[in-house]
C-alpha cells in the first residue's frame, strides 16, 4: 500500500484549525501528506502539498461538481492510499469522485455533525441522508463524535464500519497560566463594568449557530448582564442590526474573531451556545476547561457534553426564554456557577489532544493495515 494520505476538507481553516495534529503525525510514521480544500487560502504546516479547489457553500453550485472532477484526476495520479474527508461538503464531493473508481483507495469519513437530525424538515432530511447512504460503498469508516450521529451511521450503514471518537481532541494547554490581569484588562478596554456578568459565544455568525436567540434571550435579562459574540460570518451585521433594533448595542459586543481566546473566556463569567446542531463544538469544551459554567441548546453535540444541572444547563433550541430562565439561574446563584464550573472542568479533560489523538490515530493506522494486509494476500 502506498503510504500518501490525502485530507479534504471544504475550507483551509478548517484543517488548520482541526487537522495539524493529525498531519504531524501521519508525517512521523512516515507518510506523504497532501491536503486539498477551498475558501481563503491558508499555510497548512506538515502537508507536503497542497491542492485548492473551487469549493462553495450550496451544494448544487456548479465549481463543486469541477472540484470532485479535479480531486479524481488528482486521485489518479498521486495513487494515495488512505483519503481522510472532513466537513459534509467535501466529504460528499471527494467521494462523488471516488465513485466507480477500480482499486480507489481507503476512505475515512470523520463527521463533524451531521447537519440533519429527527428535527429537521423532512425533505431536507431525506436529502441529507441520501447522500450519505449514496456515498457508503465507497465509505471504508466513519468517524462519529456523539451518540446520534453514531447511531444514524450505524442503523444506516452509512460505511463498511462505524465507530464513535471523543471529538479530534482540544489543547488545552493554552487555557494554563492565564495572566490574572486578563479579566481586569479586557473589561477596560471594552467598557464592560468590572461587576458586569459576561456572557461569551465563540462561533461563526450563522443560521445554525443562530446568535440571534441569545441576542432575544438578552432582552429578559437584567441590565448588569453582558454578551460578547466572537466571531466572522456571514449574518454578523443582522446580529448587529437586532442588537441595535433591542436597543442592546451597549450590551452586546462584536470583537470579531479573536485570538487570545483564553484571555476572553477569564474575562467572562458563563458561556452560551444556542448552535441547531453539532458534533462535539470546541467552543463549548473549551469553555469547560477554562472553568466556565456553560448554558446551551440541548441538541446533538451539546447533550453529549453536558450532564443538565450537573456540568452545565441546556435549553430546548430556538427558545430565548428558557435560555433567559438558564442564565438567570447563573446570575442569582454563585454556589451553582462554582458548582457546574467545578464539574465542568473535571469532566473537559477526556477530550484532551493528548487523550484523543492515540483514540483517531489507532483509528486511521487499523484502517491502513487492514488495507497493506489485504494487499499482500
Not at 250 to 260: E, N, S, T, Y
Request: a neutral charge; glycine letters at 10%; aromatic letters at 10%.
Amino acid at each position: 500500500m502506498v503510504r500518501k494520505v490525502l485530507f479534504t476538507a471544504s475550507t483551509y481553516s478548517h484543517i488548520v484549525n482541526f487537522h495539524l495534529p493529525y498531519l504531524r503525525k501521519f508525517r512521523e510514521e512516515g507518510w506523504t501528506v497532501h491536503v486539498a480544500c477551498g475558501g481563503a487560502p491558508m499555510e497548512i504546516p506538515y502537508a507536503g502539498r497542497v491542492i485548492d479547489l473551487p469549493f462553495e457553500k450550496s451544494m448544487w453550485s456548479p465549481d463543486n461538481f469541477r472540484a470532485a472532477g479535479l480531486l479524481r484526476g488528482e486521485i489518479l495520479r498521486e495513487g494515495y492510499g488512505l483519503i481522510a474527508v472532513h466537513t459534509s461538503l467535501a466529504a460528499f464531493f471527494t467521494r462523488l469522485a471516488l465513485r466507480g473508481l477500480e482499486g480507489r483507495p481507503r476512505v475515512v469519513n470523520m463527521v463533524h455533525g451531521y447537519l440533519f437530525d429527527g428535527s429537521t424538515p423532512w425533505l431536507k432530511r431525506k436529502l441529507l441522508l441520501g447522500a450519505e447512504r449514496w456515498t457508503a460503498p465507497v465509505t471504508d469508516l466513519v468517524l462519529t463524535m456523539n451518540r446520534w450521529d453514531y447511531g444514524t451511521a450505524d442503523r444506516y450503514r452509512l460505511g463498511q464500519r462505524v465507530a464513535q471518537v471523543p471529538g479530534v481532541g482540544v489543547e488545552f494547554s493554552r487555557f494554563d497560566g492565564v495572566p490574572p490581569d486578563s479579566r481586569g484588562q479586557l473589561r477596560e478596554k471594552w467598557g464592560v463594568q468590572p461587576d458586569a456578568f459576561v456572557l461569551i459565544y465563540a462561533a461563526e455568525f450563522s443560521k445554525r449557530k443562530s446568535q440571534s436567540v441569545i441576542i432575544r434571550a438578552m432582552e429578559r435579562l437584567p441590565e448588569g448582564v453582558w454578551l460578547v459574540l466572537a466571531g466572522e460570518g456571514a449574518l454578523k451585521e443582522e446580529c448587529r442590526e437586532l442588537a441595535r433594533k433591542l436597543g442592546l448595542e451597549g450590551r452586546v459586543l462584536f470583537p470579531g474573531q479573536i485570538r487570545d481566546i483564553p484571555g476572553w473566556y477569564a474575562m467572562a463569567d458563563a458561556a452560551v451556545s444556542a448552535s441547531r446542531s453539532e458534533g462535539l463544538p470546541f467552543n463549548v469544551m473549551e469553555a469547560m476547561y477554562a472553568g466556565l459554567p456553560v448554558v446551551a441548546s440541548d441538541v446533538k453535540g451539546h447533550s453529549d457534553l453536558i450532564t443538565e444541572g450537573t456540568t452545565g444547563l441546556l435549553y430546548p433550541y430556538g427558545d430565548a426564554d428558557a435560555c433567559a430562565e438558564q442564565i438567570l439561574r447563573l446570575t442569582e446563584s454563585e454556589q451553582l456557577r462554582r458548582e457546574l464550573a467545578r464539574n465542568a472542568k473535571a469532566d473537559a479533560g477526556q477530550y484532551a489532544l493528548e487523550r484523543v489523538l492515540p483514540q483517531v490515530w489507532g483509528e486511521y493506522a487499523a484502517l491502513a493495515q487492514r488495507e497493506e494486509a489485504a494487499k499482500k494476500a
